[in-house]
């Protein structure tokens, strides 16, 4: 059995994985997402060439060169209009909680998001419950009412937050903890 290719595939895939950086994930809606509308290279070359025929003459070449590439797709006003609109739905998602604190006005470091966010007010989401307990909740509530003899994980009905819990006064003394019996 010949080896040296399995340990020539061995190396190569090792000095591959020298090169080879993780992928991270990013927020798709902030990211341009590959909008080029064309790119402009400039470029110097000097050419240097031998003969070795009966004169044994050289030749020098120097110039410089200019590449415009334009890529092909949806012209750069579209993809443009596109990045800015996904750029202001993710704003407009997340301006309400920019807005509603305070302390992030007063950070320099969020300067640019402040000014963006200033004057935008979202829309209140009115599909919460008035006592602010989650669908879920409701229903396994109403399944617990409607099946009282089922016991869930040891659960009990949930229910609005109607408790009979009353906070001590300031000057109350905690009973100490018993000591463990070793």
């Known amino acids: 059995?010949?080896?040296?290719?399995?340990?020539?595939?061995?190396?190569?895939?090792?000095?591959?994985?020298?090169?080879?950086?993780?992928?991270?994930?990013?927020?798709?809606y902030l990211?341009?997402?590959g909008v080029r509308?064309?790119?402009v290279e400039i470029s110097t070359e000097r050419r240097d060439t031998d003969y070795?025929?009966?004169?044994?003459?050289?030749?020098?070449?120097?110039?410089?060169?200019?590449?415009?590439?334009?890529?092909l797709g949806t012209d750069c006003k579209t993809s443009k209009e596109n990045v800015a609109i996904k750029q202001q739905l993710e704003l407009m998602k997340m301006c309400g909680r920019?807005?509603?604190?305070?302390?992030?006005?007063?950070n320099s470091n969020f300067d640019l998001l402040v000014s963006k966010c200033r004057g935008v007010t979202p829309a209140r989401d009115n599909t919460r419950p008035s006592d602010s307990q989650s669908l879920w909740d409701d229903m396994k509530d109403d399944y617990k009412k409607e099946n009282p003899d089922v016991e869930l994980m040891n659960?009990?009905?949930?229910?609005?937050?109607?408790?009979?819990?009353?906070?001590?006064?300031?000057?109350y003394i905690l009973p100490l903890p018993k000591p463990k019996d070793d």
């Open 1 to 28: 059995m010949n080896y040296y290719f399995t340990g020539l595939l061995i190396l190569a895939l090792t000095i591959l994985a020298l090169f080879v950086e993780p992928a991270y994930p990013r927020n798709e």
């Open 31 to 33: 990211n341009e997402n």
């Open 37 to 39: 509308c064309g790119e």
């Open 52 to 71: 070795n025929y009966s004169d044994s003459s050289s030749n020098e070449q120097e110039g410089i060169r200019f590449t415009y590439r334009k890529y």
């Open 98 to 106: 920019v807005n509603s604190n305070p302390s992030l006005a007063l």
């Open 155 to 171: 659960d009990k009905i949930i229910g609005p937050k109607k408790s009979k819990l009353k906070i001590p006064p300031k000057d």
